[in-house]
């Protein structure tokens, strides 16, 4: 097996006992994105000579025993919507092509105090507005398992760079899905904190009530791995939550036993792929053998979660991109038009994708003067139904299971005509994004040569519970 092809947790445990170096595994993930990039696409920009040099210094670290943490010589993926100090940072957008951040997200600079080696910036949905990753100016990441499908969105780099092996792990980020989604359809593993877990700080606003920064891994051991880095309070950002950081590494030997598990029956309806709902059965049914209490609840008001969401993130989105202008950020279109009317139009129209431009449009036009009422405060009161549903939920469950998806990875380009379609794809994430909770997806096998997952989903601020529980079904699956 190929350095790059191994857990972070293993190679982390190889780094400590000097089995292998940091300059081998980068170099080992430097070759594979060199054989594999032209077709996987996963990265916007990669940068192999600042990653050798950060491998180096790595090597040092660990050499002496001084400063290092688990994350001291792994490879890293960033997505191309956190901030990085000296390296662009483009969002998958045209606006953004040529920008350079001057400073590095809270969770880039813990992860890099860490001595994580950082290989580059991934592709993603332009903005993080997309579930397919088809929707950046460098074209599609392909799905990695198998090429002729998507790799999920938006975090989609994020996820085939890890399956790939051109990153051994990776940091995304999760409006309505944008982790767990891409992580499912690759067959890699991803979680979403809880809202307020991981600072904000540094990453490019889609939607600020909804946007959460999280971790893709090769497995659960991984994202743990990356969570005890990243988590905990900043004074940089207003919404980061000041509560205890525990050892999340420490949670995933508990076992199952005992644990309240419950399945939603809304999300088990007809529209999930029978092959879906068939392999995340078998993993529910050897939970149940292992002890855990399997027990139906209800969400009643899920059926109204991706109407509510895409109002929500649309209307926020107008607001956050009405600063991209071609005066005061990203880059202008026109040239030097004494018209500054249509230097706003054409710039904005050249700038933005198509998909980017909806959803303004669509979220200005929910603000407006007339339909506020009728739309965006219906919709944040179906936020606060779904949020109280799950609060009822849990007083029966420890934490819930469900699809993540309701259909298996699809083909490029299937859905990018039907708007609609593409949304639905989002159906069973978007709800935790509204409420703030914490969610999971692992891998729990494979339909059809593609693989599945299976989403868990805890209390607030209860990750420990969602990666043991993660855990055990990663495990069951191997």
Do not use: W
Not at 53 to 64: N, P, S, V
Not at 200 to 218: K, T, V
Not at 363 to 378: C, H, I, N
């Amino acid at each position: 097996m190929e350095l790059c092809d191994r857990s972070a947790f293993e190679l982390s445990e190889m780094l400590k006992k000097g089995d292998v170096s940091s300059r081998q595994i980068t170099e080992s993930a430097l070759k594979r994105a060199d054989d594999k990039e032209r077709t996987f696409n996963a990265f916007i920009t990669l940068s192999p000579e600042a990653a050798l040099r950060q491998a180096d210094e790595a090597d040092k670290r660990l050499l002496t025993g001084e400063g290092i943490s688990p994350l001291t010589g792994i490879p890293i993926a960033i997505k191309d919507n956190i901030c990085t100090r000296g390296i662009r940072t483009t969002c998958g957008s045209n606006i953004l092509k040529d920008f350079v951040p001057t400073y590095s997200a809270t969770a880039v600079q813990r992860v890099l105090n860490a001595g994580a080696v950082l290989i580059g910036k991934t592709n993603m949905d332009e903005f993080g507005m997309g579930s397919s990753t088809e929707n950046s100016f460098i074209g599609p990441t392909r799905n990695p398992v198998d090429t002729t499908c998507v790799s999920g969105g938006s975090s989609g780099g994020s996820a085939a760079a890890v399956a790939a092996g051109e990153s051994i792990i990776s940091l995304g980020t999760d409006t309505g899905g944008s982790i767990r989604l891409p992580a499912a359809f690759c067959g890699v593993a991803g979680i979403k904190p809880t809202y307020g877990r991981v600072s904000r700080y540094g990453l490019i606003s889609y939607a600020s009530s909804l946007d959460q920064i999280g971790a893709i891994g090769r497995t659960v051991e991984d994202c743990a791995m990356m969570l005890n880095c990243i988590c905990g309070h900043d004074r940089m950002d207003t919404t980061s939550a000041d509560v205890e950081r525990p050892d999340f590494l420490r949670s995933l030997d508990k076992g199952v036993k005992g644990v309240r598990i419950g399945l939603p029956r809304e999300y088990f309806v007809e529209g999930l792929d029978q092959r879906v709902k068939d392999r995340i059965m078998e993993v529910v049914n050897l939970l149940a053998k292992e002890g855990a209490e399997i027990i139906e609840v209800s969400l009643p008001h899920a059926e109204y979660a991706v109407s509510a969401y895409y109002l929500i993130a649309t209307a926020e989105a107008s607001s956050n991109l009405a600063r991209y202008d071609g005066v005061r950020y990203g880059r202008r279109y026109g040239g030097d038009n004494p018209d500054l009317v249509n230097m706003y139009e054409v710039t904005r129209s050249e700038g933005f994708g198509r998909e980017v431009k909806r959803r303004i449009m669509l979220g200005s036009y929910v603000l407006s003067a007339g339909y506020y009422d009728a739309y965006y405060l219906k919709a944040q009161k179906a936020r606060t139904l779904i949020k109280e549903d799950f609060d009822r939920a849990f007083e029966k469950a420890d934490c819930l299971i469900t699809p993540v998806s309701p259909c298996l990875p699809f083909k490029l380009g299937e859905k990018m005509s039907d708007p609609l379609q593409m949304y639905l794809v989002d159906i069973y994430t978007v709800s935790l994004n509204l409420a703030g909770l914490p969610g999971m997806s692992v891998n729990c096998g494979a339909a059809d040569g593609l693989p599945v997952g299976i989403q868990i989903i805890g209390k607030a601020f209860d990750e420990m519970e969602v990666l043991n529980v993660g855990c055990a079904c990663e495990r069951m699956v191997k």
